[in-house]
């Protein structure tokens, strides 16, 4: 049987759509946490020097959006043909830039840097915010199915409901333009596999 290991550190962050991907599929996994303390001396272990990174049977995948690329592939969260699946992969891209965008203030606001989170909110993420936002709803909306590809659930679901779980959790406003991701959230996270793993996962502030 085909062992896998995901590490990464003890959060949410950039391990978790891999978590839920196999959260989803049932397939089981270490769930390896690396303590801060211990990441120097595992760093260099790692291919980019960076977590997180996916280990089959004793191979390494580094990258987080190539391990759920891969890990969505076995499990067959990447759309039902070709053409889905490159859109699946435009939209991850699209929230790779994304997230590209809103870093700076996410940093500050995590406490990992110094700035005016106020400031960055309004001059930052409001607008990348709303920009991206409005073009998933596009996508959303579209799609007669509720899933944002095809009429099935694929790993860019899983990040777009566990991205707007989160910033509903901090500020349920934003969505008031966009309640059509509220119930993509209700839907993509009313997954009985993955409704489960929401509940028992480590709880973590982000
Ligand atoms: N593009 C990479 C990915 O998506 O996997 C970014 C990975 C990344 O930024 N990892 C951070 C990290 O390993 C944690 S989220 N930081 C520790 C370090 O750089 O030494």
Redesign the pocket.
């Given at each position: 049987m085909v062992h896998y290991k995901l590490s990464?550190?003890p959060i949410r962050?950039?391990?978790e759509i891999a978590r839920q991907i196999f959260a989803v599929a049932g397939q089981e996994f270490e769930d390896e946490r690396i303590p801060q303390d211990q990441?120097p001396a595992r760093?260099s272990s790692?291919p980019?020097?960076?977590?997180?990174v996916l280990t089959v049977d004793g191979k390494q995948l580094?990258?987080?959006?190539?391990?759920a690329r891969f890990l969505s592939r076995q499990f067959g969260l990447n759309g039902k043909c070709a053409w889905e699946e490159a859109q699946v992969n435009a939209i991850a891209d699209q929230f790779?830039d994304y997230q590209s965008e809103v870093r700076p203030y996410f940093v500050v606001l995590m406490g990992f840097a110094q700035g005016d989170a106020a400031k960055l909110k309004e001059e930052t993420f409001l607008p990348a915010f709303n920009k991206h936002f409005q073009l998933f709803s596009n996508i959303l909306k579209a799609n007669a199915s509720g899933y944002l590809v095809g009429d099935s659930l694929t790993f860019v679901d899983l990040y777009l409901a566990q991205h707007t779980s989160d910033l509903l959790a901090a500020d349920s406003s934003l969505f008031d333009k966009f309640p059509e991701f509220k119930a993509h959230q209700q839907k993509v996270h009313s997954n009985a596999n993955l409704k489960k793993w929401l509940e028992t996962r480590p709880q973590t502030p982000f």
């Open positions: 990464y550190f962050g950039a391990g990441w760093k790692t980019f020097g960076q977590l997180p580094a990258q987080s959006h190539a391990i790779k």
